[in-house]
Every structure is written in structure tokens, then in C-alpha cells.
């Protein structure tokens, strides 16, 4: 990031880019403002940093990379994070520059649209799946999106386990996703297929699980379930929380 750039210039530019892209994006970009937001938390810091000096960019992980262990291997974390996710960072800046010049050949089309969501969707649910996680962390959420949790699934554990069914019933790569739904005012959890989010429009994400085999293979083989179980253990619910109370406050700024 240009040192000469402050936070709320770089901010300036996620929105209107982001809100281009599309709801998912557009939805990013709100709960990227928290990052300028008193009690900045790290899900607002990750993707404040996952679009400087006018482009999308590859944000550090805020721990290292067997932080997460023994749960998430460090090889894993490593691929994961400085290969795949920069690859869709690399495609989704690709498919802007040729969306920008302004001359996108038809039959080029559906391709360009294809890598926009593909590597967009793949981008925004990375950087907060990172921030999502923590060494030392899982356990029960504590605080309002607790109480959400609480109020939209009946309980805690309710929530789990079909959160859980989510992310072991998704076909093939994917992801399990809650979110915000700011109409209801409710939490829901959706079924990404790839990174393309079937979610309720204007619905905020604030916690992802990775299934793609990517995402455990190399210690969990085929075993989903098991990677699944040892994911809860790294929710980081401190940064969700954060998150929640943030984009709730947006929406829903009496109620607060
Ligand atoms: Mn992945």
C-alpha cells in the first residue's frame, strides 16, 4: 500500500469498485469500512487490504502458517493461501482489465463473466475465511452474534450441526457460508457451489468453511468430516462478532 494513502482514501476506492463487481463484492466492501471503525477488527482489516492502489491484492494472513495446527497444517495453509487464493486475486484483476477496455468480444463473454464471479466470489469468501480463523479460538460465540445465532438456528448447537450438514452435503467444491440477511434481520446459512454464492441478494457473509479438497487433502484425504469437526476448533467467533455488529449496525442502526 502507497504510505502516502490513508485508509479512508483506500476505503474511497474499494466501495465503488466492489459495488461495480456485483452484491457479493458490494457486500464486502460495507463490512471493509470497519476497518476505520473504532474496535477495527480483523475481518474488516483483511479485506480493507484485499483492494490497494486500484487493484484486488493478495491480504496477509493474520497469523502464520501452522498457527493453525494441529488442526490445519501448515503446508496446507501455505498452498492454500500464497497459491490458490492468489490465483483467484490474479484472475479476478484479469477479468476487470479486459471488462475495462471496453471492447469485450461476444463470444469472449460468458468466459469474462465466468472468471468475474468465479474469481470474485473466490477472492472475498478467502480473505474472510482467513480472518475467520484463530489459534487458540473455536468454543462457543459469545456477545450479540451469539444471540443471533440463537435467535435464527434455536441454539448454538442447533446451528452447529446443521451448519455442519451444509459444509459436508456440499457436491464436489464449495463452501458453507452464514451470513447476514439485513431484510429479516436474521442470520442464514447458504451452499456455495465453487465460489459462486447462492445467497439471498444483499445478504453480508460473515463466516466461511472452505470445502474444497484443496482446503484439507493433504491432511485429511478424503475425510471431509473430519476436517469439518477440526475447523470449529479455529472459528475465530471474537472477529465474527465484530463483523456482525458492524454490518448490523448499518442496517439496523435503531435497534442498536
Ligand atoms: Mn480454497
Excluded at 123 to 129: A, G, N, Y
Excluded at 158 to 165: C, E, G, R, S, V
Aim: aromatic share 10%.
Amino acid at each position: 500500500m502507497n504510505k502516502a494513502m490513508s485508509r479512508r482514501d483506500m476505503l474511497t476506492q474499494v466501495v465503488p469498485a466492489a459495488a461495480f463487481v456485483g452484491v457479493g463484492l458490494n457486500s464486502a466492501a460495507l463490512l471493509a469500512q470497519q476497518a476505520d471503525q473504532p474496535g477495527e477488527n480483523v475481518v474488516g482489516r483483511l479485506l480493507a487490504a484485499a483492494y490497494q492502489n486500484g487493484q484486488y491484492a493478495l491480504p496477509p494472513l493474520p497469523y502464520a502458517y501452522e498457527a493453525l495446527e494441529p488442526h490445519i497444517d501448515a503446508k496446507t495453509m501455505q498452498l492454500h493461501h500464497d497459491k490458490h487464493h492468489l490465483a483467484y486475486v490474479n484472475g479476478l484483476n484479469a477479468a476487470m482489465k479486459a471488462i475495462q477496455t471496453g471492447n469485450i468480444d461476444p463470444t469472449a463473454l460468458p468466459t469474462v463473466q465466468r472468471n468475474l464471479s468465479f474469481n470474485g466470489g473466490g477472492h472475498i469468501l478467502h480473505t474472510i475465511f482467513w480472518a475467520t480463523m484463530a489459534p487458540n479460538a473455536g468454543g462457543a460465540p459469545q456477545g450479540p452474534i451469539a444471540d443471533a445465532i440463537n435467535k435464527s438456528f434455536g441454539s448454538f448447537d442447533a446451528f452447529k450441526d446443521y451448519f455442519t450438514k451444509v459444509a459436508a452435503g456440499v457436491k464436489g467444491s464449495g463452501w458453507a457460508l452464514l451470513s447476514y440477511e439485513p431484510l429479516g434481520d436474521q442470520l442464514m446459512v447458504f451452499e456455495v457451489n465453487e465460489h459462486d454464492t447462492k445467497l439471498i441478494a444483499g445478504s453480508v457473509p460473515l463466516l466461511p468453511l472452505d470445502v474444497w479438497e484443496h482446503a484439507y487433502y493433504l491432511k485429511y484425504q478424503n475425510v471431509r468430516a473430519d476436517y469439518i469437526k477440526a475447523w470449529w476448533n479455529v472459528v475465530n467467533w471474537s472477529a465474527v462478532n465484530g463483523a456482525y455488529q458492524w454490518v448490523r449496525a448499518r442496517y439496523r442502526p435503531q435497534q442498536q
